[in-house]
Protein backbone atom coordinates (compact mmCIF):
# COMPACT_ATOMS: atom_id res chain seq x y z
CA UNK A 1 0.00 0.00 0.00
CA UNK A 2 1.60 3.35 -0.56
CA UNK A 3 0.63 6.31 1.33
CA UNK A 4 1.32 9.80 1.99
CA UNK A 5 2.81 10.78 5.06
CA UNK A 6 1.29 13.53 6.86
CA UNK A 7 3.75 13.90 9.77
CA UNK A 8 6.82 12.45 10.60
CA UNK A 9 6.85 8.43 11.46
CA UNK A 10 9.98 7.41 13.53
CA UNK A 11 11.72 4.42 11.20
CA UNK A 12 9.46 5.31 7.87
CA UNK A 13 10.25 8.75 6.82
CA UNK A 14 9.10 12.52 7.36
CA UNK A 15 6.02 13.94 6.59
CA UNK A 16 5.40 14.65 2.80
CA UNK A 17 7.05 10.96 2.11
CA UNK A 18 5.59 8.51 -0.09
CA UNK A 19 6.33 5.26 0.72
CA UNK A 20 4.95 1.79 0.60
CA UNK A 21 4.04 0.17 3.82
CA UNK A 22 1.98 -3.04 4.89
CA UNK A 23 -1.63 -3.30 4.17
CA UNK A 24 -2.21 -3.86 8.13
CA UNK A 25 0.01 -1.21 9.30
CA UNK A 26 -1.57 1.23 6.60
CA UNK A 27 -5.23 0.69 7.46
CA UNK A 28 -4.89 -0.37 11.32
CA UNK A 29 -2.00 2.64 12.48
CA UNK A 30 -1.01 4.99 10.00
CA UNK A 31 -4.65 6.03 8.93
CA UNK A 32 -6.56 5.91 11.73
CA UNK A 33 -3.87 8.22 13.68
CA UNK A 34 -4.01 10.41 10.78
CA UNK A 35 0.24 10.06 10.25
CA UNK A 36 -0.89 9.31 6.36
CA UNK A 37 -3.26 9.42 3.46
CA UNK A 38 -3.60 7.00 0.67
CA UNK A 39 -1.46 7.91 -2.33
CA UNK A 40 -3.84 8.15 -5.08
CA UNK A 41 -3.55 10.76 -7.57
CA UNK A 42 -4.97 13.51 -6.37
CA UNK A 43 -2.99 13.06 -3.30
CA UNK A 44 0.18 13.19 -4.89
CA UNK A 45 -1.35 16.28 -7.26
CA UNK A 46 -2.02 17.87 -4.14
CA UNK A 47 1.50 17.03 -2.76
CA UNK A 48 3.29 17.93 -5.38
CA UNK A 49 1.76 21.91 -5.99
CA UNK A 50 2.62 22.10 -1.61
CA UNK A 51 6.03 21.64 -2.46
CA UNK A 52 6.31 24.11 -5.11
CA UNK A 53 4.45 26.14 -2.55
CA UNK A 54 6.96 25.24 -0.17
CA UNK A 55 10.09 25.82 -2.22
CA UNK A 56 8.72 29.50 -3.77
CA UNK A 57 8.34 30.42 0.30
CA UNK A 58 11.54 28.74 1.08
CA UNK A 59 13.79 31.34 -1.96
CA UNK A 60 11.97 34.24 -0.52
CA UNK A 61 12.85 33.98 2.76
CA UNK A 62 16.01 33.02 1.71
CA UNK A 63 16.37 36.16 -0.23
CA UNK A 64 14.96 38.33 2.67
CA UNK A 65 17.97 36.48 4.95
CA UNK A 66 20.23 37.86 2.21
CA UNK A 67 18.92 41.13 2.00
CA UNK A 68 19.17 41.56 6.09
CA UNK A 69 22.50 39.96 5.96
CA UNK A 70 23.81 42.74 3.84
CA UNK A 71 22.37 45.01 6.10
CA UNK A 72 24.22 43.78 9.26
CA UNK A 73 27.57 42.99 7.32
CA UNK A 74 28.71 46.58 8.56
CA UNK A 75 26.33 47.17 11.64
CA UNK A 76 27.97 47.37 15.40
CA UNK A 77 25.19 47.42 18.22
CA UNK A 78 26.17 49.26 21.35
CA UNK A 79 25.05 47.19 25.03
CA UNK A 80 25.23 49.18 27.90
CA UNK A 81 25.47 46.89 31.07
CA UNK A 82 26.47 47.49 34.62
CA UNK A 83 30.35 46.55 35.16
CA UNK A 84 31.97 46.36 38.58
CA UNK A 85 35.67 47.52 38.81
CA UNK A 86 37.88 46.69 36.03
CA UNK A 87 35.84 45.24 32.84
CA UNK A 88 33.91 42.47 34.24
CA UNK A 89 29.83 42.48 33.63
CA UNK A 90 27.41 42.14 36.61
CA UNK A 91 25.69 39.46 34.40
CA UNK A 92 26.47 38.53 30.88
CA UNK A 93 24.95 40.16 27.51
CA UNK A 94 22.23 37.45 26.06
CA UNK A 95 20.69 37.22 22.57
CA UNK A 96 18.02 38.83 23.48
CA UNK A 97 19.32 41.91 24.90
CA UNK A 98 21.46 41.88 21.18
CA UNK A 99 18.06 41.47 19.32
CA UNK A 100 16.29 44.39 21.06
CA UNK A 101 19.10 46.31 20.59
CA UNK A 102 19.24 45.53 16.63
CA UNK A 103 15.44 46.49 16.75
CA UNK A 104 16.27 49.43 18.79
CA UNK A 105 19.55 51.30 17.38
CA UNK A 106 19.09 50.11 13.37
CA UNK A 107 15.73 49.15 13.13
CA UNK A 108 16.63 45.11 12.21
CA UNK A 109 14.40 42.96 13.77
CA UNK A 110 16.05 39.66 13.86
CA UNK A 111 14.60 36.54 16.34
CA UNK A 112 17.03 35.94 19.33
CA UNK A 113 17.55 32.05 18.42
CA UNK A 114 19.56 32.78 15.15
CA UNK A 115 21.96 34.81 17.31
CA UNK A 116 24.56 32.25 18.19
CA UNK A 117 26.81 33.24 20.88
CA UNK A 118 29.63 31.10 21.06
CA UNK A 119 30.99 32.07 24.43
CA UNK A 120 28.92 33.95 27.34
CA UNK A 121 29.96 37.92 27.02
CA UNK A 122 31.60 38.84 30.76
CA UNK A 123 32.91 41.70 29.85
CA UNK A 124 33.37 45.09 28.18
CA UNK A 125 34.85 45.39 24.90
CA UNK A 126 34.17 44.52 21.01
CA UNK A 127 32.82 41.21 20.14
CA UNK A 128 32.16 39.84 17.12
CA UNK A 129 28.44 37.39 17.16
CA UNK A 130 27.44 35.15 14.48
CA UNK A 131 23.82 35.00 13.21
CA UNK A 132 22.29 32.22 11.09
CA UNK A 133 19.62 33.63 8.97
CA UNK A 134 18.55 31.07 7.04
CA UNK A 135 20.28 27.33 6.86
CA UNK A 136 22.76 28.97 3.95
CA UNK A 137 22.88 32.51 5.20
CA UNK A 138 24.87 34.05 7.74
CA UNK A 139 26.36 36.96 8.81
CA UNK A 140 28.39 38.94 12.00
CA UNK A 141 27.41 41.52 14.15
CA UNK A 142 29.94 43.82 16.11
CA UNK A 143 28.69 43.86 19.61
CA UNK A 144 30.30 46.43 21.39
CA UNK A 145 29.48 46.56 25.18
CA UNK A 146 30.15 49.12 26.96
CA UNK A 147 30.15 50.44 31.37
CA UNK A 148 27.07 52.01 31.98
CA UNK A 149 29.30 54.88 34.01
CA UNK A 150 31.50 55.56 31.14
CA UNK A 151 28.46 56.19 28.87
CA UNK A 152 26.78 58.64 31.56
Known amino acids: ?20 VAEGYGRNYLLPRKLAVLADAGALKALEQKKRILEMKGEQLAAQAREIAE ?8 ITGKAGSGTKLYGS ?60
Do not use: Y
Not at 11 to 17: Q, T
Not at 114 to 141: N, W
Open 1 to 20: MRVILTKDVKDLGKAGDVVN
Open 71 to 78: RLKDITVV
Open 93 to 152: VTSQEIADALLKQHSIKVDKRKIHITEPIKSIGTFDVPVKLHHDVSAVIHVEVVSETAQS
